[in-house]
T-cell receptor, first 116, second 114 residues
């Protein structure tokens, strides 16, 4: 079974609109971390935002916020006021504390294109 | 300090050649990961180092793949007798130890096997 599921292969959004990228996860580990990364066409993975499983509040970083719904095992990324530079691949990933290597488990990604 | 660096950025190899990919992690980061990313897909785990110890190599696709980190800093991923299916971007990441720490990625090495 997939541990990280991103159901939107691609999205087109008008500039300045908000956009929500979906991510659901599957784990039995009570302690885990959820990450979103951005990968522009240049190829580098850029960390955006982190949510810990015990965090009481949803994480926010500038225009990025994470809509964390623990019971639903959902960790959607919300980008407010989208910009042309937001066009990129977006990956949701998870680290589990039971995994002593703390490797990132990745979703398939969502390709976001911002239209002017 | 500087971020994670990788070299070369691009590598073209003829089938059957050996290649070596280098990763220079962020100073002080205990953990180092290698990932393989095929076009249009998410990264796939290859191997993990904690300092100089290779604790997990379960993701290496065959015994042609070998990685080392002899002094607990710079790491090298070596692929022997390259095959066309080895063509991918190889990403290196480093981090502190623990579930809450983000991994910092290098720019990747794009390997094309002809």
């Amino acid at each position: 079974a997939q541990k990280i599921t991103q159901t939107q292969p691609g999205m087109f959004v008008q500039e300045k609109e908000a956009v929500t990228l979906d991510c659901t996860y599957d784990t039995s580990d009570p302690s885990y971390g959820l990450f979103w990364y951005k990968q522009p066409s240049s190829g580098e993975m850029i960390f955006l935002i982190y949510q810990g499983s015990y965090d009481q509040q949803n994480a926010t970083e500038g225009r990025y916020s994470l809509n964390f719904q623990k019971a639903r095992k959902s960790a959607n990324l919300v980008i407010s006021a989208s910009q042309l530079g937001d066009s990129a691949m977006y990956f949701c990933a998870m680290r589990e504390s039971m995994d002593s290597n703390y490797q990132l488990i990745w979703g398939a990604g969502t390709k976001l294109i911002i239209k002017p | 300090g500087a971020g994670v660096s990788q070299s070369p950025r691009y590598k073209v190899a003829k089938r059957g050649q050996d290649v070596a990919l280098r990763c220079d992690p962020i100073s002080g980061h205990v953990s180092l990961f290698w990932y393989q990313q095929a076009l249009g897909q998410g990264p796939e785990f290859l191997t993990y180092f904690q300092n100089e110890a290779q604790l997990d190599k379960s993701g290496l696709p065959s015994d042609r793949f070998f990685a080392e980190r002899p002094e607990g800093s710079v790491s090298t991923l070596k692929i022997q007798r390259t095959q066309q299916e080895d063509s991918a971007v190889y990403l290196c990441a480093s981090s502190f130890l623990g579930v809450s720490y983000e991994q910092y990625f290098g720019p990747g090495t794009r390997l094309t096997v002809t």
